[in-house]
Nanobody
């Protein structure tokens, strides 16, 4: 019904940058909040950054000043620009979106399958 597909992960050296993208497709009427979460080995999934449909953002303290979340509402796509990457940023990054479809008519949470980001020291 709704698919979220992430891209842009990979291997980067500490201090480097990556840009993640997540495109939503399917029977979408509108998308409320969109966000990025991450899960490192042996740790719980945590919120990295989120953005409302109006563009308001919030970030985890650990990434403030280094990561920037943005979205293109026409393309149903959310981005995460990651700068000054650290080894502790290594994780699988998941895209999340609260999507209203033509079937449900209310927001439901959807998740991507994740993209691996590895930061070497």
């Amino acid at each position: 019904q709704v698919q979220l597909v992430e891209s842009g992960g990979g291997l980067v050296q500490a201090g480097g940058s990556l840009r993640l993208s997540c495109a939503a497709s399917g029977s979408i009427l509108s998308i409320n909040n969109m966000g990025w979460y991450r899960q490192a080995p042996g740790k719980q999934r945590e919120l990295v950054a989120a953005i409302t449909s109006g563009g308001s953002t919030n970030y985890a303290d650990s990434v403030k000043g280094r990561f920037t979340i943005s979205r293109d509402n026409e393309k149903n796509t959310v981005y995460l620009q990651m700068n000054s990457l650290k080894p502790e940023d290594t994780a699988v990054y998941y895209c999340n979106a609260a999507v209203i479809t033509i079937v449900t008519m209310w927001p439901e949470d959807y998740w991507g399958k994740g993209t691996l980001v590895t930061v070497s020291s």
